[in-house]
């Protein structure tokens, strides 16, 4: 009864809470080995209310800036970072450090009272420039074959080479590749490309545009992000970031990289959404205006593959969708753990369509962190092999061999060694390899689980998700995933009475689960 309790407080918690999730922040999950001696759990606790935003005499802003309505206050919570509160206020850590005179980003308190940039009293541009169905990696993108089309263009890009994770790639792959990890479709990338650099259609690009082919550098983090294979998963994470931001996050706000701000204009498309937030990332005002006009990027676009406004293709998701049966990707009668609660599905920028879990290892008998587990995580339903390359594994549950239509399940830091091969036929409960550390970003041994369809990121939980479209929650299994709304990471498994709290370590809380 008492687990009815906290998720009843939980649900009442969610539902005042503002869905805005992180696409800066890189968070990494590490193994599941036992705590030190004292240490305590935050998800444990009841998370805490809402601050209270308030009204306060208005500090000096950023010159682009300054066409906002008063600033407002935050005070900080337990757990609070300023990546994480920028996200949530709809504006960047620049922003904040400068506003709050603060030189040292991580030396928050609690308690402490932030000056926040107020509401925007500009509203953006309203110009449709992309629909939703060719922003995602989806049915509409079947027939499109990147490469091909890349290599048979005179400009630069075909000609590029690039090693990405040990091994020599073509520019055209590499936007193949970009474009399969996100879940973006590739005419958006390659349209990108062209517009900035002209890399397209022009040979002789400069030094300079194949180090920054998107964006140059704007800030000290930017200056790491050479080359294109980084610059394009740059620019597919912003646009995933708009797009389920927009549909999903109630994004409603975008600061450019002047500091100007912009509310979005009512009605905007998540998919038009996508194009103004990636673009407002890395153009000062008077160049964002230009990229989001009738005559920029959708001019370009249009040039290339054709005025995209003309025969939209449906929107990927439909209404009521439900969830096919899916049972926990784990080995039958074995407990392992639940160590992250939604998060993103490839990328902070993504929904938040995935949740990790740990194998059962005995920490004292493996080699750190990061090994090869003895255990294998299991398919979650029948389904055919469509990816098996780098860590990852789709599994396609309608079973015609295609990732781009219907549902879709990923697994991510599977071992190459015992991984199943592509084109293999699986019933649910059939083993898919073995958790590592292989693919992405990780610190620690453990499997990476997400869902799609038709190509599209669904949230993994959404309890205050907003639009017209409202995902079917997660379900393994009988546990059911729940966010803890603006919380990456964070969230609980509950069947009937039974509640699980996603925590990286284990005896710290209850994250146990078994099929």
Same mark, same amino acid.
């Given at each position: ?61 950023? $010159? $682009? ?20 509160? #920028?996200? #949530? ?6 922003? =904040?450090?400068?506003? *709050? ?131 394009? $998963? ?30 979005? $204009? ?6 038009? #959404? ?22 920029? +990027? ?58 990790? +879990? ?8 493996? *080699? ?28 396609? =549950? ?5 990732? +781009?239509?219907?549902?879709?399940? =990923? ?42 369809? *038709?190509?599209?990121?669904?949230? #993994? ?22 966010? =803890? ?25 209850? *994250?146990?689960?078994?099929?």
């Amino acid at each position: 009864m008492r687990w009815r309790i906290l998720l009843a407080g939980l649900l009442l918690v969610a539902a005042a809470i503002a869905c805005d999730r992180g696409v800066d922040e890189v968070i990494v999950i590490t193994a599941t080995f036992p705590p030190p001696t004292g240490a305590t759990s935050r998800a444990t606790e009841m998370p805490p209310m809402p601050s209270t935003v308030v009204a306060t005499a208005a500090p000096s802003l950023p $010159a $682009a800036a300054a066409a906002t309505q008063t600033p407002l206050t935050y005070v900080v919570q337990a757990g609070d970072t300023l990546t994480a509160i #920028a996200l #949530a206020h709809n504006t960047t850590v620049e922003t =904040l450090l400068s506003l *709050n005179e603060i030189t040292n980003p991580d030396a928050l308190f609690e308690g402490q009272t932030l000056n926040l940039p107020g509401r925007p009293v500009q509203t953006g541009p309203s110009v449709p420039l992309l629909p939703d169905g060719l922003l995602v990696r989806g049915p509409a993108s079947v027939d499109f074959d990147a490469i091909e089309f890349a290599t048979a263009q005179p400009g630069r890009l075909r000609e590029m080479r690039e090693v990405v994770d040990g091994a020599e790639m073509s520019g055209p792959a590499i936007v193949e590749r970009v474009s399969r990890e996100f879940g973006v479709d590739a005419r958006v990338l390659l349209a990108m490309l062209e517009y900035r650099n002209r890399l397209l259609t022009i040979r002789d690009a400069s030094l300079e545009a194949e180090l920054y082919p998107i964006f140059a550098p704007i800030s000290l983090g930017d200056l790491g992000r050479t080359g294109l294979y980084r610059q394009l $998963a740059w620019a597919a994470d912003r646009l995933n970031a708009g797009y389920y931001g927009r549909k999903y996050r109630r994004l409603e706000i975008l600061e450019l990289a002047d500091g100007a701000r912009y509310l979005l $204009a009512d009605g905007l498309e998540p998919g038009t #959404a996508a194009v103004q937030h990636v673009f407002s990332k890395m153009l000062a005002e008077p160049e964002w205006l230009r990229a989001v006009s009738p005559n920029g +990027f959708l001019a370009t676009y249009s040039r290339l593959f054709g005025n995209p406004l003309t025969a939209p293709p449906e929107a990927p998701v439909p209404a009521n969708l439900v969830q096919p049966e899916l049972e926990l990707p784990i080995g039958e009668g074995e407990t392992w753990y639940f160590t992250g609660g939604p998060h993103g599905g490839w990328g902070s920028g993504s929904a938040w369509a995935a949740v990790d +879990f740990a194998p059962p290892d005995d920490p004292a008998e493996v *080699n750190g962190p990061c090994y090869v587990s003895a255990h294998f995580v299991t398919a979650a339903a029948d389904g055919v092999v469509t990816w098996s390359d780098g860590g990852v594994v789709i599994l396609d =549950l309608d079973g015609d061999g295609n990732e +781009f239509t219907g549902w879709t399940v =990923l697994y991510l830091h599977i071992a190459s060694q015992d991984r199943v091969a592509e084109g293999a036929v699986l019933r649910a409960g059939e083993e898919i390899g073995r958790p590592s550390c292989e693919g992405g970003v990780s610190n620690g041994t453990h499997a990476h689980f997400a869902r799609r369809y *038709n190509g599209e990121w669904l949230p #993994a939980s959404c309890m205050d998700c907003t639009g017209s479209a409202t995902p079917p929650p997660m379900v393994l299994g009988g546990w059911q995933v729940v966010d =803890l709304p603006g919380q990456e990471y964070q969230g609980y498994l509950v069947k009937g009475d039974e509640l699980r709290i996603a925590e990286a370590a284990r005896g710290v809380a209850p *994250n146990e689960v078994q099929r």
